[in-house]
């Protein structure tokens, strides 16, 4: 049974800085993996996919990686802003082609 | 597009009441999710369609709580009799395809409290 675990489940960096955010999963047999971002009392907004025959997907500031063999992937934001305080969720789909399995997020809090 | 569509935003009933979520999800998207989150569970799929047909409906917690999708742009989940253990924050999701290459979009949430 996949497991999804994110490290840390908190994190609080001052404006300006770049961070890393820390997804693992125990069952390297995915077909990607999504990153989302969740604003408090809303819904989730997905920022990355990354297939499983990739390595990385960017999209501006956001950088996502994926090591399927150790059973790892990152989201690096660059120059943290305000705006990015959010909490983070990682999520992989298995090879059935179906459910996301969510890691518990980490979340994250940028201060001017 | 509008995204996926969700209602209502929040419900509010009392212990054994029948409660119905709705989803519509985005127009073309062939596979429809109903996930459930919770602060003790964090999110958690109750059941996906893929071309309007249940394919994985193992998160559904009992037999109190059933989905239905009769067409592609249409999606219930309903809970009867509802329990305050219910109290959530229920999520639908629709995606291009079935075979999992493609992202899942969420729609904003339906807040449930049963009291």
């Known amino acids: 049974k996949q497991e999804v675990t994110q490290i840390p489940a908190a994190l609080s960096v001052p404006e300006g800085e770049n961070l890393v955010l820390n997804c693992s999963f125990t069952?390297?047999?995915?077909?990607?993996l999504q990153w989302f971002r969740q604003d408090p009392g809303k819904g989730l907004t997905s920022l990355l996919l990354i297939q499983s025959s990739q390595r990385e997907q960017t999209s501006g500031r956001l950088n996502a990686s994926l090591d399927k063999s150790s059973g790892r992937s990152t989201l690096y934001i660059a120059a943290s802003q305000p705006g990015d305080s959010a909490t983070y969720l990682c999520a992989t789909v298995g090879n059935q082609g179906g459910k996301l399995i969510f890691g518990q997020g980490t979340e994250l809090s940028v201060k001017p | 597009d509008a995204g996926v569509i969700q209602s209502p935003r929040h419900e509010v009933t009392e212990m054994g009441q029948e409660v119905t979520l709705r989803c519509k999800p985005i127009?073309?998207?062939?596979?429809l999710f109903w996930y459930r989150q919770t602060m003790m569970r964090g999110l958690e799929l109750l059941i996906y369609?893929?071309?309007?047909?249940?394919?994985?409906d193992s998160g559904m917690p009992e037999d109190r709580f059933s989905a239905k999708m009769p067409n592609a742009s249409f999606s219930t989940l309903k809970i009867q009799p509802s329990e305050p253990r219910d109290s959530a924050v229920y999520f639908c999701?629709?995606?291009?395809?079935?075979?999992?290459?493609?992202?899942?979009?969420f729609g904003p949430g339906t807040r449930l409290t049963v009291t």
């Open positions: 999701a629709s995606r291009i395809g079935a075979s999992g290459s493609s992202e899942q979009y």
């Open positions: 369609f893929n071309n309007n047909v249940p394919i994985d």
């Open positions: 127009s073309g998207h062939n596979s």
């Open positions: 069952d390297s047999a995915i077909y990607n």
